[in-house]
């Protein structure tokens, strides 16, 4: 059993100093120039159409009633 924590504790050891020896990682975030979010939309709301289109014709009735219950009328206040 000796051996088991001897083995545990080298691998913490060891995962201890592959921090401090090996550089982290840098992540750069990407942000687009423009903020065109409408353009996004619309392309996602094409897809949505492309993929419904695949769809049994009652599922499709379906997905088309929900989508018109869930559009805004152009009401809507800017929080």
């Known amino acids: 059993m000796r051996w088991l924590w001897r083995l545990l504790a ?4 060891l ?3 592959r921090t401090f020896v090996v550089p982290q990682p840098k992540a750069f975030i ?3 120039e423009e903020n065109n979010w ?3 939309i619309r392309g996602e709301i094409k897809q949505l159409q492309e993929l419904t289109q ?3 014709a ?3 009735v379906e997905v088309r009633r929900l989508w018109n219950d869930f559009q805004s ?3 809507g206040k800017e929080v």
């Not at 080298?10 to 050891?13: A, E, G, R």
Request: charged residues 20%; contains cysteine; hydrophobic residues 55%.
């Open 10 to 13: 080298f691998l913490v050891l």
């Open 54 to 56: 695949d769809l049994p």
């Open 38 to 40: 409408a353009l996004k």
């Open 30 to 32: 990407a942000w687009p």
């Open 15 to 17: 995962a201890c100093l």
């Open 58 to 60: 009652s599922i499709e």
């Open 73 to 75: 009328s152009g009401e």
